[in-house]
């Protein structure tokens, strides 16, 4: 890699939703908290790192059954920062006052 090259570092952070703010102003401001933090590293990126995009995105735990413990008689449906298990028609759910709903179909 050339000296003058570009390098891009995808870095994924986990978030809370806590009734925060969305939108620019709150990818602004994990981005001004983020950037000092990186160019204060002691890794060989230099002192002119800029990070140049943040995305807030919600991350999809029903897109692999490894992310959520629905019933596989359930349907998982993804809500903003967690998901919800739902017991698919003609089955009946089972939850106890321990489980949450979609986790025992039957």
Do not use: H, W
């Not at 995808?10 to 939108?23: A, I, P, Q, T």
């Amino acid at each position: 890699r050339e000296a003058n090259e570009n390098m891009k570092i995808k870095l994924l952070v986990e978030l809370s939703d806590e009734g925060g703010s969305d939108g620019p102003a709150e990818e602004e401001r994990i981005r001004s908290l983020i950037e000092p933090t990186i160019k204060n590293t002691k890794f060989p990126l230099g002192s002119d790192v800029m990070v140049s995009r943040v995305s807030i995105d919600d991350f999809d735990e029903c897109a692999s059954q490894e992310y959520n413990d629905c019933s596989e008689k359930a349907l998982c449906k993804n809500t903003k920062g967690s998901y919800n298990c739902t017991c698919m028609p003609g089955y009946l759910d089972l939850k106890s006052s321990t489980l949450l709903p979609g986790r025992v179909c039957s």
